[in-house]
C-alpha cells in the first residue's frame, strides 16, 4: 500500500519562500498524477495544484489563488514531489498534504500533512 509522507513546512514571514516534499513509499506513485491539497482551520480541503503523470506530459494545474507563486514538480526515481512556494502569504497558512487529484480515482491513504504558517 502506497504510504505518503510530507515534510518541508514551517513558519516564514509573509513574502517568504517554503519547498514541500511529499515521499512515496510506493512505485505506483509514477503512475499517478499528484496534487497538493491543503486545509485550513475551520474550512475544507482545497487542491491547490496538480501534476500529471510523465507519460501523460506531467501537465500541471494550480488554482487561482496560488497561481504564479506555487510550482508543482515530480522526481519519479525518488518517488516524490515537491511544491515551491513563493512569496507566501498569510491566507497560504495550512496543513499542506499530497495525494492524487480526484479525477484520476479514490485518494492514497492520507499522511500527516506538514503545517506551514505565514506570518504578517
Known amino acids: 500500500q502506497v504510504q505518503l509522507v510530507e515534510s518541508g513546512g514551517g513558519l516564514v514571514q509573509a513574502g517568504g519562500s517554503l519547498r514541500l516534499s511529499c515521499a512515496s513509499s510506493?512505485?505506483?506513485?509514477?503512475?499517478?498524477?499528484m496534487g497538493w491539497y491543503r486545509q485550513a482551520p475551520g474550512k475544507q480541503r482545497e487542491l491547490v495544484a496538480d501534476?500529471?503523470?510523465?507519460?501523460?506530459?506531467?501537465?500541471?494545474n494550480y488554482a487561482d489563488s496560488v497561481k504564479g507563486r506555487f510550482t508543482i514538480s515530480r522526481d519519479n526515481p525518488k518517488n516524490t514531489v515537491y511544491l515551491q512556494m513563493n512569496n507566501l502569504k498569510p491566507e497560504d497558512t495550512a496543513v499542506y498534504y499530497c495525494?492524487?487529484?480526484?479525477?484520476?480515482?479514490?485518494?492514497?491513504?492520507w499522511g500527516q500533512g506538514t503545517q506551514v504558517t505565514v506570518s504578517s
Open positions: 495525494n492524487k487529484p480526484l479525477y484520476v480515482g479514490t485518494w492514497f491513504p
Open positions: 510506493g512505485s505506483i506513485f509514477s503512475i499517478n498524477a
Open positions: 501534476i500529471t503523470s510523465e507519460t501523460s506530459g506531467g501537465i500541471t
